[in-house]
């Protein structure tokens, strides 16, 4: 069965310090890759996916991920975190012939003066 | 263009009632789904819709139907509720490069 882990419920950083959020999946070939974002009483916004290609992507609000086949990892960064960027952070998995999503369990962002 | 929206935002019900979640998407997609959100478990699928007339199971759809009412709209019912389905409700319609667009939510308390 397919699985996407979010080893990190809360993470604490300092305004202006770098960020990285670890997501690992289990799934027997290379699936779609999500990150969405979640600000408190919101639905989720998407900030960068990958499918093929490329493994560094880019999304919005200057987040990057890297997709790590040997280690089935999609990690989320960001060099310089801004107070607005607390929030909730979900990885997900995409299968595209089941057309079905799988969700981590998310990771707590707060950000400190 | 209003995306993906959800009615009603709020709901209280006594165990057994029944009621139904509305959902509607204006953005012409083929697939929606129904996700719930529960405290440490991230979003869960409990139902989708790949296209106008088909719904297929998710991870959790035990206690819940659906009816893909239309191409815009996607309905989740609960027809006895139970304590153990308080949560928040997400609905989402997915375009063609598989990005979903969440509705609000729907926070659901079960007495």
């Known amino acids: 069965a397919q699985s996407v882990t979010q080893p990190d419920i809360h993470i604490t950083v300092s305004e202006g310090a770098s960020l990285e959020l670890r997501c690992n999946y289990s799934?027997?070939?290379?699936?779609?890759l999500f990150w969405y974002v979640q600000s408190p009483g919101q639905g989720l916004q998407l900030l960068l996916k990958?499918?093929?290609?490329?493994?560094l992507v880019q999304g919005i609000k200057g987040f990057e991920a890297e997709f790590k086949r040997s280690q089935s990892s999609f990690n989320l960064r960001k060099p310089s975190v801004h107070w607005s960027d607390a929030a909730e952070y979900f990885c997900?998995?995409?299968?595209?012939?089941?057309?079905?999503?799988?969700f981590g369990t998310g990771t707590s962002l707060t950000v400190i003066p | 263009n209003a995306g993906v929206t959800q009615t009603p935002k709020f709901q209280v019900l006594k165990t057994g009632q029944s009621m139904t979640l509305q959902c509607a998407q204006d953005?012409?997609?083929?697939?929606m789904y129904w996700y719930r959100q529960d405290p440490g478990m991230g979003l869960r699928l409990i139902y989708y819709?790949?296209?106008?007339?088909?719904?297929d199971k998710g991870e959790v759809p035990n206690g819940y139907n659906v009816s893909r009412l239309n191409k815009r709209e996607f309905s989740l019912r609960l027809e006895s509720a139970a304590p153990s389905q308080t949560s928040v409700y997400f609905c989402?319609?997915?375009?063609?490069?598989?990005?979903?667009?969440f509705g609000p939510g729907t926070r659901l308390t079960v007495t």
């Open positions: 989402a319609s997915r375009d063609r490069s598989y990005e979903q667009y």
């Open positions: 799934y027997g070939a290379t699936p779609y």
């Open positions: 990958y499918f093929s290609g490329d493994t």
């Open positions: 997900a998995v995409g299968i595209a012939t089941g057309n079905q999503f799988y």
């Open positions: 953005m012409n997609h083929n697939s």
């Open positions: 819709s790949a296209s106008e007339g088909t719904t």
